[in-house]
C-alpha cells in the first residue's frame, strides 16, 4: 500500500512539471502592418468585376457574361432575375455595381 502511494505521489508531481513546462507562454506574433490610410478606392469597374466574380461566378464562369452584349437596361433586368433565384445574395447596390461594369464591358456597342 506504501509503496502504491508512493507511486502515486511521483506520478502526480511528474504530470504536474509537464503540465507546467507545456503552458510556457509563447510570445506575441507580430502585427500585420496597418494597410495606408490614404489608399485609393477602388475603380467602379474594378468592383463590379470583383462583386460579378464574387456573388455570379457560384452558378456560372466569367465567360458566360463576355458572350453576351446587352444595354444596361438588359443587364438590369438579367441581375434582377438572379437576385430572384437566391434571396439576399445579391443586394441592390451591388446589383447596380454589376450592372454597370457589364454594361460598360459587355455592353452594345
Do not use: N, Y
Request: charged share 25%.
Amino acid at each position: 500500500m506504501r509503496v502504491r502511494s508512493v507511486v502515486l505521489c511521483v506520478l502526480s508531481l511528474l504530470l504536474l512539471t509537464l503540465a507546467i513546462g507545456c503552458a510556457k507562454q509563447e510570445p506575441p506574433k507580430p502585427a500585420a502592418p496597418a494597410a495606408p490610410a490614404a489608399a485609393p478606392a477602388a475603380s467602379p469597374a474594378a468592383e463590379g468585376k470583383a462583386l460579378f466574380e464574387q456573388k455570379c461566378s457560384v452558378c456560372h464562369g466569367m465567360d458566360r457574361a463576355t458572350v453576351r452584349h446587352e444595354t444596361k437596361e438588359k443587364w438590369v433586368s438579367i441581375i434582377k432575375d438572379m437576385q430572384g433565384k437566391k434571396l439576399d445574395w445579391i443586394s441592390d447596390a451591388e446589383a447596380a455595381k454589376i450592372a454597370d461594369f457589364l454594361a460598360a464591358e459587355h455592353g452594345k456597342k
